[in-house]
């Protein structure tokens, strides 16, 4: 669904699934194909939008969990797209796929390779990454300046935060990152699961509300 000009919602199908997001601006990008069962309702959907997918010009992923990027082979086969991944990405890119989807008891998810690799920023438009570990090493958050939106992965939620429990999380790196992205001028949080925040003081709230319900109490986390 369509949230404002120019930016797009697909939500999550189901348990290991993740909320897809479509920015379309000078170039289009999707972030977080999600898992390959979905892909065609995803596409559906987008369809019902107006988004061939063929206009896709890049897919990225916020992290390397299946969830998040089971899918990316295949959306690049029927979109013709360029995967784009962070550096860090680069690193762990079959480790972490390998290791997470053992966690998570399923099959290993598609691998597929970088066609680009972008450091700072996407394009010469306004959408900056930054590199924010915790919930997994190479977990990334993209962050449209000019439309003061934040998709930030599964780094925090609505009321709640990236779990830190699986392969090569970081408890103390989450927090740090959660303090550097809360820096952040935001209307719009797009998170990887549940719903999405918007306004700028519910956002600046949740915030709050996490740093005081997850910050103090590590191991609540969910
Ligand atoms: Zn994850
Ligand atoms: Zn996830």
């Known amino acids: ?57 890049l897919i990225t992923i916020t992290h390397l969990h299946p969830d998040h990027c089971d899918a990316t082979a295949s959306l690049k086969e029927v979109s013709g797209a360029k995967v784009a991944l962070h550096p860090s990405q680069i690193e762990y890119l079959d480790i972490m796929i390998e290791e997470a989807s053992r966690f998570l008891g399923i099959g290993t998810a598609k691998k597929f390779a970088a066609d680009l690799v972008f450091e700072s920023g996407i394009g010469n438009s306004e959408l900056k990454i930054l590199h924010t570990p915790g919930h997994s090493p190479e977990s ?32 103390e790196e989450l927090k740090n ?22 306004g700028r003081s519910n956002v600046k709230g949740n915030y709050e509300f996490v740093r005081e319900v997850y910050f103090k109490h590590p191991h609540s986390y969910l």
Request: proline content about 4%; some cysteine.
């Open 1 to 57: 669904m369509r949230i404002q000009e120019g930016v797009y919602w697909y939500k999550e199908k189901g348990l290991l699934d993740a909320n897809t997001y479509v920015i379309k601006d000078e170039i289009t990008v999707l972030i977080d194909p999600g898992l390959e069962n979905y892909l065609g309702r995803r596409l559906e959907e987008m369809q019902e939008d107006g988004i061939d997918p063929k206009e896709v010009d």
């Open 140 to 171: 990334i958050c993209l962050y449209a300046a000019d439309k003061k939106i934040l998709i930030c992965g599964d780094l925090v939620f609505e009321k709640s935060v990236g779990r830190t429990d699986l392969p090569f999380g970081n408890n």
């Open 177 to 198: 990152s959660i303090n550097t992205v809360s820096a952040l001028d935001t209307e719009l949080l797009l998170p990887g699961h549940g719903a999405i925040i918007e």
